[in-house]
C-alpha cells in the first residue's frame, strides 16, 4: 500500500509542477508582452519630449520676433512713409538705403507663454 501511496503521491507532485510549469511559460510569455510596450512608450515618450523641444524652440521664436517688433512705432507702418526720401539713383544701397525700407508686419498671433505653464506640466 505504501507503494500506492506514494505513487498517488508522486504522481499529484508531477500534475502541480506540469500546472507551475505552464503558468510560468503564461507568466514568461506575459511579461515578454509587457517588456514589448513598455521599449513602445519609451520610444512614444522620447518622440513627444522631441515634440516638446521643437515647440519650446518655436515658442522662443515667436517671443524674440515680437519683441524685436516692439521699437516700431504706428507710424513706421503708415503707407509711403519710408519711401519719401528715397533717391533714384542705381548706387549700392547703403545703411540710409536699408533704414529706409518698410519694417516687418507684426505677427498675426500672439502666443502668451508663462512660467507657470512649466510648472504646472
Given at each position: 500500500m505504501t507503494l500506492e501511496k506514494d505513487i498517488i503521491a508522486k504522481?499529484?507532485?508531477l500534475d502541480a509542477l506540469k500546472k507551475i510549469n505552464s503558468l510560468t511559460e503564461a507568466m514568461r510569455s506575459q511579461l515578454?508582452?509587457?517588456?514589448?510596450?513598455v521599449v513602445g512608450m519609451h520610444e512614444n515618450a522620447e518622440s513627444v519630449a522631441q515634440v516638446m523641444r521643437n515647440w519650446d524652440s518655436i515658442i522662443r521664436s515667436?517671443?524674440?520676433?515680437?519683441?524685436?517688433?516692439?521699437?516700431?512705432?504706428?507710424?513706421?507702418y503708415e503707407?509711403?512713409?519710408?519711401?519719401q526720401?528715397?533717391?533714384?539713383?542705381n548706387e549700392?544701397?547703403?545703411?540710409e538705403d536699408e533704414a529706409k525700407q518698410p519694417p516687418l508686419p507684426e505677427t498675426l498671433v500672439?502666443?502668451?507663454?508663462d512660467d507657470d505653464q512649466e510648472d504646472k506640466g
Amino acid at each position: 500500500m505504501t507503494l500506492e501511496k506514494d505513487i498517488i503521491a508522486k504522481q499529484k507532485e508531477l500534475d502541480a509542477l506540469k500546472k507551475i510549469n505552464s503558468l510560468t511559460e503564461a507568466m514568461r510569455s506575459q511579461l515578454d508582452g509587457l517588456a514589448k510596450e513598455v521599449v513602445g512608450m519609451h520610444e512614444n515618450a522620447e518622440s513627444v519630449a522631441q515634440v516638446m523641444r521643437n515647440w519650446d524652440s518655436i515658442i522662443r521664436s515667436i517671443s524674440q520676433a515680437s519683441l524685436s517688433l516692439l521699437q516700431y512705432s504706428e507710424g513706421d507702418y503708415e503707407v509711403g512713409v519710408w519711401g519719401q526720401n528715397s533717391n533714384d539713383s542705381n548706387e549700392s544701397h547703403s545703411a540710409e538705403d536699408e533704414a529706409k525700407q518698410p519694417p516687418l508686419p507684426e505677427t498675426l498671433v500672439r502666443v502668451k507663454v508663462d512660467d507657470d505653464q512649466e510648472d504646472k506640466g
